[in-house]
């Protein structure tokens, strides 16, 4: 296109300047297509084409087969080609011929255009031809749950972290990559490696091809390398993140059970807590720190004593004095010495049984968060001898604050399980009593004597409050009554119910500091249960030891990275479990999508969900990213041909 200046009121002057505008609006224009028939027949076949310009290159594309009955004169195509594109554009345009053929051809051409999508108004390099029909799905892997825990992973600086650890940097995706497993889909590391490759969208958000399983039980080897330096480092970047101080730690022990033939040194039969004692254990004993983050961590043979942990626990805090809050397992006299030896404050929970709540005034009342009501009672000193303190010096130095706390929900709970246990009880007793009587029922005296021990054993907890005699028929071996008789120790236990004596070597905090400080070790009871029905910790299926270890050490590394987030959505009134957060974060997902365009071009595209409402404010109290549209890729595949199969060569 070229235009001239004139001046004005006068007739043109000559061109002083030519402007040549070049538009890259795509041209369309026919094509005769020659093609010889299997009789061999010479025929045409005509194409609408469409030629523009992309990256300085002409390049041509068919937008419509016409077929061989197109019977439209050659010296007509350009006008119909003009007269489409107008169509197309809006505009109208009269033709020059009023032919009926000529009309109907323009409005079928259109309509075909138009029916497969085709807009001339959209850019060459986004015209697209898509037939809706042939679009499909043909993959969608969860995503959501992989943003939010990589960013959480790269705010505690665990990739800066690994690489000061010399990882290189295929290891150190592949840790961050097994923690998010263990996070999002807990199980195994074999069942983690099918996770990543067939669900998950992590491999493609970490540029990575996916692993072996091999390769993915070596990354385990390098973390369990180095447990204590990373947990050291970990723990002192939370500190630093959410700027918490370190006055109170709580350690306490738990054992998960394995699957399989006994091999390892850590594997061995003891008492689970799981009631899996059938099976072989292993012990975890965890430090936390009064905000709930993992402190230090050990993993020991199930065989191994809970007191004897203690000492290699406190050696872990480097230096620090913190309250320390254990179980009464843990806290024997010896463990207790040895603290005060190191300088540390504890509190704990008294090994014998509670005495009987006093009947005078308590010193403090107060409710708990729930609206339990609590009374505690100050004891200044332990009962014991003065004799057995040599000076008052000596008193004072050994002097420590035992605290009887009664909680009234604790009462009616313990109450009722031990009606319970009794009713059942004086229940198989009696009916034991009365069958010496009935025909049919078991009436020899040795047998009834142990039926009456097996019925002690499972009513354990309350068969040492009754008086149980069975005497036997003078010159039978029958037996004749079995008696019930309720001792005193019966009202005892009942005026005792509901209440538990806490000891601590603050002698100048209140009872109700003590009592509240000593419930939060409930915070790793809390854990423990996460880790065991949310983050995988059990069972084990790994003979070796070391293979042991790292399992359970991704998971305390994945509990770590969950108790940030949920930390972080409590100060804003979110109090979601991490099993809760995890199903609303595995709905989201990215989905593939395959657009074909013709016989050999076809469209990818991959793009994230939007997230609902819920998953909008979780990303914007944690002040992450999320954008679907940064992420969204569109990719065109080119098929070849299928090339012609030669023919077999004349035998000679």
């Known amino acids: 296109m070229w235009c001239y200046s004139g001046v004005d009121g006068n007739l043109p002057q000559p061109p002083r300047y030519l402007t040549l505008y070049l538009f890259h609006t795509p041209i369309m224009f026919i094509r005769n297509r020659p093609y010889k028939r299997k009789d061999g027949k010479k025929c045409n076949s005509f194409a609408l084409i469409e030629s523009y310009r992309k990256d300085g290159t002409s390049k041509h594309r068919t937008l419509l087969n016409l077929g061989p009955n197109f019977n439209i004169p050659r010296s007509l195509w350009g006008e119909l080609t003009h007269c489409v594109t107008a169509r197309l554009k809006g505009k109208a345009i009269l033709p020059f011929q009023n032919d009926e053929a000529f009309l109907n051809a323009v409005d079928d051409i259109v309509a075909h255009l138009v029916s497969k999508g085709y807009d001339i108004h959209r850019t060459s390099h986004q015209q697209h031809l898509i037939d809706p029909e042939k679009t499909t799905h043909p993959d969608s892997q969860t995503v959501g749950g992989e943003r939010l825990i990589l960013q959480t992973l790269e705010q505690l600086g665990l990739a800066v972290l690994l690489r000061s650890l010399n990882f290189c940097e295929k290891h150190v995706k592949l840790c961050c990559a097994l923690i998010v497993g263990r996070m999002l889909h807990p199980g195994s590391e074999r069942e983690t490696h099918k996770w990543l490759c067939k669900t998950s969208s992590v491999l493609q958000l970490l540029d990575l091809e996916p692993p072996s399983l091999n390769t993915l039980y070596r990354c385990t080897d390098l973390i369990h390398k180095h447990m204590d330096q990373i947990m050291e480092k970990l723990f002192g970047i939370t500190k630093a993140v959410l700027q918490f101080e370190e006055t109170i730690v709580f350690y306490d022990l738990t054992n998960t059970y394995y699957h399989g033939k006994k091999k390892g040194k850590l594997l061995s039969h003891g008492r689970s807590k799981q009631k899996r004692s059938d099976c072989p254990l292993v012990t975890l004993a965890l430090t936390l720190d ?358 077999k060569p004349p035998d000679s």
């Open 290 to 647: 009064g905000s709930g983050f993992p402190r230090n961590v050990q993993i020991l043979p199930s065989n191994a004593g809970e007191p004897a942990t203690l000492k290699e626990a406190i050696e872990k805090l480097n230096g620090a004095t913190p309250t320390v809050i254990m179980d009464s397992g843990i806290a024997t006299e010896k463990n207790l010495q040895y603290l005060k030896e190191q300088g540390l404050n504890w509190i704990t929970v008294e090994r014998s049984k509670a005495p009987p709540v006093p009947e005078n005034k308590p010193d403090q009342q107060f409710t708990t968060a729930g609206g339990v009501k609590i009374k505690a009672w100050k004891i200044t000193k332990k009962e014991k001898d003065v004799e057995d303190v040599e000076d008052e010096k000596d008193f004072e130095d050994n002097a420590e604050l035992r605290v009887l706390v009664h909680s009234e929900a604790k009462q009616a709970k313990e109450d009722q399980i031990l009606e319970t246990q009794c009713k059942k009880f004086v229940k198989a007793l009696t009916t034991l009593h009365e069958g010496l009587s009935k025909p049919g029922y078991l009436k020899n005296y040795e047998k009834v004597t142990i039926k009456v021990g097996r019925l002690k054993e499972k009513y354990k907890k309350v068969s040492h409050l009754y008086e149980v005699e069975v005497s036997k028929k003078e010159g039978t071996k029958h037996a004749a009554s079995v008696t019930v008789t309720r001792r005193a120790s019966h009202a005892r236990r009942t005026q005792a119910s509901g209440g538990y004596v806490l000891r601590t070597s603050h002698t100048g905090w209140s009872v109700e500091t003590v009592a509240r400080t000593y419930w939060r070790l409930t915070e790793i009871e809390r854990t423990f249960r996460v880790m065991k029905s949310d983050l995988g910790l059990r069972p084990i299926y790994h003979s070796r030891d070391d293979r042991i270890e790292g399992h359970l050490f991704i998971t305390v590394l994945a509990y770590h990275a969950a108790h940030l987030v949920r930390t972080r959505l409590k100060e804003h009134g979110i109090h979601d479990s991490w099993a809760t957060i995890r199903d609303k974060l595995n709905r989201i997902r990215r989905i593939t999508t395959k657009m074909v365009k013709n016989q050999y071009r076809y469209l990818i595209t991959e793009v994230d969900q939007d997230l609902p409402p819920c998953m909008v404010q979780f990303f914007a109290v944690l002040g992450y990213v999320y954008d679907p549209d940064a992420t969204r890729t569109v990719t065109e595949h080119v098929e070849e041909a299928s090339a012609p199969v030669s023919q």
